[in-house]
Structure formats: C-alpha cells, structure tokens
C-alpha cells in the first residue's frame, strides 16, 4: 500500500512515517464503506480508494508541516470522496455530480465515524472554487489543493511517460521531494 510517486509502505510496521499516517485510519481502512471505494474508479485507472489514499498521505506530510490538525486533515481526506457510484454513468443523487457528491460524503462519513467539524468543512469544501463551499479552516483550503495536486500525479503517470515533457512535472516532483 502506497501513494502515488512515494516509495513509502504505508504498511511497513518499522517505518515510524507510516505507522504514525496509519494509525490515523487504521479504523477507517476496515470499514466496508472505505473498502468498497475500491470498486469505483476515480481518474483512469486509480480507483477512488487509492485516490483518497494518496490525497490522504499528501495532506499528512503537508499537514506535518504546516502544524494543522494532523488527525482530522487526513481522515477528512481519506473520506473526502465516499460516494459509492459511477459517477460517470450513473447519478443517483439529483444534480451537478461536482455539487452533490461532497454532500453524499459527508453523508456516507457520517456512518464510518465521528465527524469533527474540521473533517466536516475538509469534505464540504474539496472542490473548492469549481464547488461553491468555500474552505473555513486551514485543513480545508490544504485538502482542496492536495486532491487537486494527487488527480493531476494520477491522470498524468498514468497518461505518460509525457509527464516528462509537462512543463509542471519538474517544480511537483520537487515539491514532493521537499516534503518527503
Ligand atoms: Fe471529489
Ligand atoms: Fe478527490
């Protein structure tokens, strides 16, 4: 189990990095509801598990550093995208996919676990500007960026080999570096 461009086994039991990201959802990554994110694809071939794990770790590290609230930043982005569809083929919940799948997180999130109001506004607001809830926390504005930054490192490695010629891969992968 591992993020997207990190070579951190997140379930390596001697590495203190992983441990400390998994022992923040060690109870969410049990759960049938988490689980069975795995069943739905996100971008391309990234199911949408292994996206909110990789917008989960990314916003760990980022967290780590910026001092936010470690916990609640990570299990609001592990959740960030509990909706149990196809969001390109089927639409259950009336309205804009971009507007009602938030809710339906939030919604789904609701019955995996406590909800603390940073993980609240973390889950609310990801798609933050197209969405229309804006950000009230730090941890907010933080996920939001991080989900952005993982769908582009999931739709541009597995689009290429161009990666290399994105004007944008040298200044992520630096960042990355940075904050590993
Ligand atoms: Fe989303
Ligand atoms: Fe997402």
Redesign the pocket.
Known sequence: MKAILSNVNLMDLKDDLAQEFYSHIDDLMSHPLVLKMDDYS?HLNTSRLQHSLNVAYYSFLFARKLNLNVRDAVRGALL??L?LYEWRTEQPVEGNH?LV??IQ?LQNAHKVTDVTYVMEDVIAS??WPVGNVKPKTSEGWLIQMV?KMCAVMEIGVQSTKKIERMNFAPILLGLLFYIN
Do not use: N, S, T
Request: aromatic share 10%; no cysteine.
């Open positions: 996100q960030h995208d909706f971009v799948h938030p997180a990801h798609m989900d």
